[in-house]
């Protein structure tokens, strides 16, 4: 089974470090910048030519790049007839349109947790089940219902939390000035003994990715305000969206 990638940021360099042992895997270099070339380099993904190669020669390919451009993306592979995994950030809106091109052959996936350790991959649609390659790869999967949009909608649900979160840390400790290290103290007493390492990190994180946060943010607000009559249950997203912005 040969494996595509559309994208080669961290998440699918990531899965092609995986994946390459044991599939062969392939990456168009069509309009790619030398950064992204350089990162496939670093990996054992073989390179095509074109995007039209691409869909010729893979069994699955699995869509990383952007919320902004997945649904642009995908309509460039609207003659793709093998499984097509979706993996970006975006909103079941988004992903239901995506369906419509695919068709019977869609996938709708997640990533759980930072890429880099990458402990959950979640999946949903009819054609889940037959998505064995990341099982065969030690890559823990977990297939959420036969409907697609619920992998997106239960990662949506799950960003609205973690960012709020995020936001609320980075937001206390702008504020914090001299007391930084004795409120590091007091509420690892509260929360847990290794609470300023992980908040250190998830800080760091979000202030390192806060362009493509605050995208992820304005998918998922976008989708809300179309399936909520009030906007009074979307304040804290609101405002997670506005802190991402100014960061």
């Avoid at 350089?38 to 020669?57: A, C, F, P, V």
């Avoid at 003994?193 to 202030?207: A, E, H, L, V, Y």
């Amino acid at each position: 089974m040969d494996i595509g990638f559309i994208g080669f940021g961290k998440v699918n360099q990531t899965l092609a470090n995986k994946l390459t042992k044991q599939y062969k895997t392939y990456v168009s270099i069509e309009n790619r910048s030398e950064e992204t070339i350089k990162r496939i380099k670093q990996t054992e993904t073989i390179k095509l030519d074109s995007n039209k190669q691409l869909m010729e020669k893979c069994d699955i390919i699995i869509s990383a790049n952007s919320p902004k451009n997945a649904l642009n993306v995908a309509k460039q592979f609207s003659n793709y007839e093998g499984l097509y995994l979706d993996l970006n950030n975006i909103n079941p809106t988004t992903t239901l349109k995506i369906e419509q091109i695919f068709s019977n052959n869609f996938i709708d996936g997640a990533i759980i947790g930072k890429v880099e350790n990458l402990k959950l991959l979640i999946l949903s649609g009819p054609k889940s089940k037959k998505l064995s390659i990341f099982k065969n790869c030690n890559i823990k999967t977990n297939i959420i219902s036969d409907k697609i949009g619920d992998a997106s909608k239960l990662k949506m649900l799950r960003s609205i939390y973690t960012k709020g979160v995020s936001a609320l840390l980075i937001e206390t400790f702008e504020n914090a000035n001299n007391l930084s290290s004795q409120l590091w103290d007091i509420l690892e007493i509260t929360e847990n003994t290794d609470f300023k390492s992980s908040s250190t990190s998830r800080i760091k994180n979000s202030k390192k990715n806060k362009k493509r946060k605050n995208e992820e943010l304005n998918e998922i607000l976008n989708f809300l305000k179309n399936q909520n009559s009030s906007t009074n249950n979307l304040i804290m997203t609101e405002a997670t969206k506005n802190k991402f912005e100014k960061l």
